[in-house]
Each structure stands twice: as structure tokens, then as C-alpha cells.
């Protein structure tokens, strides 16, 4: 799908996510990755996540969804 990615979080749940809605990402210790999203719902809010998938990782699947 285009625009979408699909992440995994630490918990093993799967998520799509909308890349227009990536705030930024950031690379952990341990090479998973925190990803920040804004809320579509509450104007300025955001959500982070804790995904197993690498900073590399991310940045293939965003460059694929283009």
C-alpha cells in the first residue's frame, strides 16, 4: 500500500502506519527503534512506539512506500 509501512512493536503486535503521520524516529541501544507519530484525533498530541524494526530498517520501507 502506498504510504503505509508496516512496524512491529517490542510486544510482537503488528501496526500500519501512515508515514505522513511520522514525526521522527529514533535508533535505541539495543537496534530497535522509537518511532514518533502525530495524532490525527487531538491537535498537537503524539504517540511514540517502541518497534523491533531498525532505523535502516524504517528507512527502506518509508523509501519503498514513496
Same mark, same amino acid.
Given at each position: 500500500m502506498k504510504h503505509f509501512i508496516e512496524l512491529t512493536k517490542v510486544d510482537g503486535t503488528k501496526?500500519?502506519?501512515n508515514i505522513m503521520s511520522i514525526s521522527y524516529i529514533r535508533q535505541m541501544d !539495543?537496534?530497535?527503534s522509537r518511532i514518533v507519530l502525530h495524532s490525527c484525533k487531538e491537535?498537537?498530541?503524539s504517540i511514540a512506539i517502541n518497534i523491533k524494526e531498525?532505523? !535502516?530498517e524504517i528507512k527502506?520501507?518509508?523509501k519503498s512506500a514513496l
Open positions: 501496526h500500519l502506519v !539495543d537496534n530497535s491537535k498537537g498530541a531498525s532505523y !535502516d527502506e520501507m518509508i
